[in-house]
């Protein structure tokens, strides 16, 4: 059955190649969202091997109750993590979204990240940020990570209600005051005494995040993990 399904996927690769995510570059058979070479280039980030004390959960202590998180990959200026996220959010690329999403999600799967979890939460943009880019690029990603695991992807539940800034030039005193009251719970019964995952495409400092986990707590009884593609070292 396995050489039958190989075969069959050999044959629609040849009507229509499968790319890489990363490089763009035609697969294999054998490969699935990102090629091999791409796959052993990218840099890990390493949390799958400390899922509740890596630098990315650090970022949360004392500040929001986290119950494990993990990024995939480093993220830095003009890298190709960082190419494939602005073409992701600013080319017009949704489906690299649910690509890097199944591929983080098959290798955190396998270290058990996603035991006890109710529901997926994307980081919602606002409307006016939303009508222009057509898509939440977290949104893409959840869907990915939904179709490995399973999971519910939960949208409405809470909304963005201003457009914040962007985060890359600020200081981390200024972030935290850029996302101070930029999100509103709407659907407090459907969170309520559930295990959430935030999924975001890069986490820096962690303000966006607490920021929505904060909000997403106030329906009582939730309990948060979080999950991005990208993670940028302090």
Known sequence: MRTFFRLLRCLTDIIAPRLCAVCGGRMSADEDTICARCDMRLPRTGHLSD????????????????????????????????AVIYNLKYGGRPEQGRQMGMAAARELNGAGFFEGISM???????????????????????????????????????????????????????????????????????VAGRHVLIVDDVVTTGSTVCACGRELMRAGGVSVSVMSLGFTHQ
């Not at 990315?56 to 190709?80: D, G, K, N, T």
Request: zero cysteines.
């Open 120 to 190: 997926i939460v994307p980081v919602p943009l606002a409307k006016e940020k939303l009508a222009r880019r057509g898509y939440n690029q977290s949104e893409e990603i959840a869907r990915g990570v939904a179709a490995v695991t399973g999971l519910p992807v939960a949208t409405g539940v809470v909304e963005r209600i201003r457009d914040t800034e962007s985060q890359t030039r600020k200081t981390d005193i200024q972030r935290v005051e850029n996302v101070e009251g930029a999100f509103r719970l709407t659907r407090p019964d459907r």
């Open 51 to 82: 899922l509740t004390g890596n630098e990315m959960a650090r970022l949360f202590w004392a500040r929001i109750a986290v119950v494990r998180a993990a990024a995939m990959w480093m993220y830095q200026p003009h890298s190709e993590v960082s």
